[in-house]
Nanobody
């Protein structure tokens, strides 16, 4: 079993920055790729970014590119999401996800372990 805990959300103004953190603990053999998803009210959960065990990243073109950066500390089973120049449409609950396989994928159903989420609200 793996426990996943996110932190770092909050209420900010448009243009501000936030840094989210996620720690996975428990059975290390179950921790492969890790990623961030987000879900706004009335919308489907969507990939923000994910990173493989080897460091290869998947970043959503719709959301991020030069605004968001995902990093991973392998020794600590920790990933972070640095979010810059936030916009009101970035408001959502941000979830951390973990899968056993080393490959990062976009399909959320392929991630086994999820955190409870952290709320990010960006005011205009």
């Amino acid at each position: 079993q793996v426990q996943v805990v996110e932190s770092g959300g909050g209420l900010v103004q448009a243009g501000d920055s936030l840094r989210l953190s996620c720690t996975a603990s428990g059975s290390g053999s179950e921790i492969g790729a890790m990623g961030w998803y987000r879900q706004a009210p009335g919308k489907e959960r969507e990939l923000v970014a994910a990173v493989t065990w080897g460091g290869h990243q998947i970043v959503s073109e719709r959301t991020l590119q030069d605004r968001f950066t995902i990093d991973r500390d392998y020794g600590a089973h920790l990933i972070t999401l640095q979010m810059n120049r936030l916009r009101p449409d970035d408001s959502a609950v941000y979830y951390c996800a973990v899968r056993k396989d080393e490959m990062a994928v976009t399909n959320p159903t392929l991630y086994t372990y999820w955190g409870r989420g952290t709320q990010v609200t960006v005011s205009s």
